[in-house]
């Protein structure tokens, strides 16, 4: 197959003259993401985005090659548990397919993308990578593999885990190999929570820990361990055995080899077979006296877990913009070469506001994801504003992303037609995957009460977010006047903040997920519009102020009538196919 250009500017496989639609296949995400590029832009430092473009570009073509057959292989190759070696000794190993493991070493060697945080120097940067290009590039790897960025993201969250809580003795014995790109020194991290009956209610936690005179001792068992076979567990125990709730729960760091090279005292007792992520091995482990080091305090246990559960959600909320846009990607790719009745897809009117629907999932997502990173780094060094607004936006995309993610891929699926269904095609993986992002670390429910309850109710946490937004509103009406979309969402701000604080009084409140998502649909569309304003302002595009009002008109006014308002027919073929839109034009389609 060919790479061409089709007339709106989307790169596509040409597909073969037997009417059968191409696939993504060869193409470059990264180099095929305007939306990506024009942020990246906005956001980073021009050195290190000049920095940063071959690395990224190099990343975008193996996830469109590479990185994208050994996906297939590893997803179509389970991991496989050996619960003994050859002479029958206690050993147990899992087995991993090849595929799996040579995109392991794209992700810990060659990009270290669990490292270039804390690490300078790798893929070319000049010092180590701002939050940003962390997330970047599990942006981009997740195009091709979503399983494996899973324990990718975990050995960074425990190095962040080990440096900010651990001793001098953890620090010393394995903060260097959990930064490690070298095959032979690196240590793959996982964090170990859910038991039988304990899922989202971790107070539920029967798993002890007993004082031993080398540190101390654990007893129990986790039910659903991501990464099994890693070199160092972060895992809940109860160290007071008097305790019960949340109260009395430690953070302790399990490595699976002793400092003498023995294997530490727990089992592997079986691997899941999972609906998806299927290339990265799941299991149930059993802990018999296992020997393990406390991390921070005693007790203060939950308290670092939900440090990692924050960072995790915002990973969550990155795989998910991702995937969407793999699912957009692909179905630009069947819309521009799959012919039917004598026309192409994307020429058919009923197909474009389906395009556009993807299209906008998966920008909103990536616009929200930016946004979020933008306050990260001020969070960190101690900004109680930023650290605010990080504390609302995290389960926010969460929430929005992970559950528009499996709208996209379904849509996407349907949209390539029976070949979608089977396993020739990313589709169906894509389907499968999309489904994790509603489990892990929480669901929708338990998402939507930490934010509306906890962020919003007890932390007051939206007012800074609220308060700069309409800030940011307020100075780009007074520059853009005759854009109407603006103070639309202006009012749309005022509106969300009397609902928010309104739910947040009560306890289990009913309505939390939809207004969630009204929030979630309602800030992204805010931050597309400012986005917008911006490249109007530098190149006169106004492309993401159009994205800005079909949220407002498809996502928000949706939820006030029976149905879908609508928006101007070549408006929605401009937003769908991602095409230049002039002052002009918006001004035309009452933008």
Request: hydrophobic letters at 45%; proline letters at 4%.
């Amino acid at each position: 197959m060919e790479l061409h250009s089709v007339p709106d500017g989307f790169p596509s496989v040409a597909s073969a003259d037997d009417g059968m639609a191409g696939d993504c296949r060869g193409l470059n995400f990264f180099d095929i993401d305007q939306g990506l590029q024009d942020l990246l832009q906005l956001n980073l430092d021009p050195q290190l985005l000049e920095a940063s473009r071959t690395p990224l570009r190099r990343l975008g073509a193996l996830a469109g090659g590479r990185l994208d057959e050994l996906a297939a292989m590893a997803d179509r190759n389970p991991p496989r548990l050996h619960t003994r070696d050859r002479v029958g000794r206690d050993e147990d190993w899992i087995e991993t397919h090849a595929a799996y493991r040579e995109l392991e070493q794209y992700a810990y060697c060659d990009f270290g993308i669990h490292a270039i945080g804390r690490r300078p120097g790798l893929i070319g940067l000049p010092g180590t990578a701002p939050a940003l290009l962390r997330y970047v590039c599990q942006y981009l790897f997740v195009q091709a593999e979503f399983g494996l960025i899973c324990p990718v993201a975990m050995t960074d969250s425990c190095a962040h885990v080990i440096a900010t809580h651990g001793s001098d003795e953890l620090k010393q014995r394995y903060l260097e190999g959990l930064t490690s790109i070298d095959p032979l020194r690196l240590l793959k991290g996982a964090q170990l929570m859910t038991e039988r009956q304990a899922g989202s209610d971790v107070g539920a936690i029967a798993t002890t820990a007993v004082r031993a005179a080398d540190g101390w001792a654990i007893h129990g068992e986790k039910w659903f361990c991501s990464a099994a076979d890693a070199d160092l567990i972060l895992l809940l125990a109860r160290s007071d055995p008097d305790s019960h709730g949340t109260r009395g729960l430690s953070l302790f760091a399990v490595p699976r080899r002793l400092p003498d090279g023995k294997r530490n005292r727990y089992a592997i007792r079986r691997l899941k077979d999972k609906l998806g992520t299927r290339s990265m091995p799941t299991g149930e482990i059993q802990f018999d006296g296992a020997h393990a080091l406390l991390v921070g305090k005693e007790g203060d246990g939950l308290k670092i877990v939900l440090e990692q559960v924050n960072m995790s959600r915002l990973s969550h909320g990155v795989r998910a913009a991702a995937m969407m846009r793999r699912c957009l990607n692909e179905s630009l790719v069947v819309a521009h070469t799959r012919r039917a009745f004598g026309r192409r897809l994307v020429d058919m009117p009923m197909v474009q506001p389906q395009l556009l629907s993807l299209r906008l999932a998966a920008e909103q997502a990536l616009s929200l994801a930016f946004f979020v990173l933008r306050w990260v780094q001020s969070a960190s060094a101690g900004d109680a504003d930023a650290a605010a607004r990080v504390r609302v936006l995290t389960p926010l995309i969460k929430l929005g992303a992970c559950r528009d993610n499996v709208v996209a891929a379904t849509a996407a699926m349907e949209l390539r037609g029976g070949n979608g269904f089977i396993t020739d095609y990313v589709n169906e993986r894509l389907v499968r995957d999309a489904q994790t992002g509603l489990l892990w670390e929480g669901t929708s429910n338990i998402v939507a009460i930490d934010l509306v309850v906890r962020a919003v109710g007890r932390k007051h946490a939206h007012q800074p977010l609220l308060r700069g937004l309409l800030q940011e509103l307020d100075a780009a009406v007074r520059r853009w006047p005759a854009i109407r979309v603006l103070p639309l969402l202006r009012q749309r701000i005022d509106c969300l903040s009397d609902e928010l604080q309104h739910l947040a009084l009560q306890d289990e409140p009913i309505g939390a997920v939809s207004l969630g998502m009204r929030t979630y649909h309602t800030i992204s569309a805010v931050v597309l519009a400012l986005e917008g304003c911006h490249l109007l302002r530098e190149r006169g595009d106004g492309l993401r102020l159009l994205y800005a009002h079909a949220v407002l008109q498809q996502r928000l006014v949706a939820f006030d009538s029976d149905g879908q308002a609508m928006i101007h027919v070549a408006a929605v073929r401009a937003a769908a196919l991602g095409a230049v839109v002039s002052t002009r034009e918006l001004e035309d389609w009452g933008v």
